[in-house]
């Protein structure tokens, strides 16, 4: 099984700053990584396919990159309604998410 | 617009069974694969399930395998998860999501359902 190892677990961050999670594969998974978000009491909101597109309607604050066993997640200028916890997923071998990273205004 | 309504949760003893259902609305069902997601109160997303458009493909995570199975009648737009041999752990929110793609193979999911929670507990 691939596992996906998400970090930090969880960050604080000042309005406007730029907030980085990492996501790191067990094997090669190529570009087949997702990003979601998830605020509580919702269900997931899908950002960023295939590791570093930008879902429609997605603000472009949010972006992804990384290939292979390593992925960065990325949003430039964190805003108020970002609050949310955010998980990775891969999809080269059935379906894994990665523990999530919540993120927190200082 | 594009709609997931999951229903069938509920309080279930040790060891029983429940079957849960996924009615979609809006889209070419039987063209997307399909998944089950769960979430433990307080705990992260957890693949469980998923199953290729035509429904000939199933995929299990290990923990589930054996215990559920995932189907879909795709002439009435429906996905459902039958869930046997319950235990403790299996207590969740459980989610229904359509891929983002009309592709074979399950990947990214960009519609979800409002979830059904499911309580095992004596």
């Known amino acids: 099984d691939i596992q996906m190892t998400q970090s930090p677990s969880s960050l604080s961050a000042s309005v406007g700053d730029r907030v980085t999670i990492t996501c790191q594969a067990s094997?090669?998974?190529?570009?087949?990584l997702n990003w979601y978000q998830q605020k509580p009491g919702k269900a997931p909101k899908l950002l960023i396919y295939?590791?570093?597109n930008l879902e429609t309607g997605v603000p472009s604050r949010f972006s992804g990159s990384g290939s292979g066993t390593d992925f960065t997640f990325t949003i430039s200028s964190l805003q108020p309604e970002d609050i949310a916890t955010y998980y990775c997923q891969q999809y080269d071998n059935r379906l894994t998410f990665g523990g999530g990273t919540k993120v927190e205004i200082k | 617009e594009v709609q997931l309504l999951e229903s069938g949760g509920g309080l279930v003893q040790p060891g029983g069974s429940l079957r849960l259902s996924c009615a979609a609305s809006?889209?070419?069902?039987?063209?997307?694969?399909m998944s089950w997601v769960r979430q433990a109160p307080g705990k992260g997303l957890e693949w469980v399930s998923a199953i290729s458009g035509s429904g000939g493909s199933t995929y299990y995570a290990d923990s589930v395998k054996g215990r559920f199975t995932i189907s879909r009648d795709n002439s009435k737009n429906t996905l459902y998860l039958q869930m046997n041999s319950l235990r403790a752990e299996d207590t969740a929110v459980y989610y229904c999501a359509k891929d983002r793609v009309a592709a074979a193979n399950p990947g990214g999911m960009d519609v979800w359902g409002q979830g059904t929670t499911v309580t095992v507990s004596s």
């Open positions: 094997q090669d998974i190529s570009n087949y």
């Open positions: 295939d590791a570093s």
């Open positions: 809006g889209f070419t069902f039987s063209s997307y694969a």
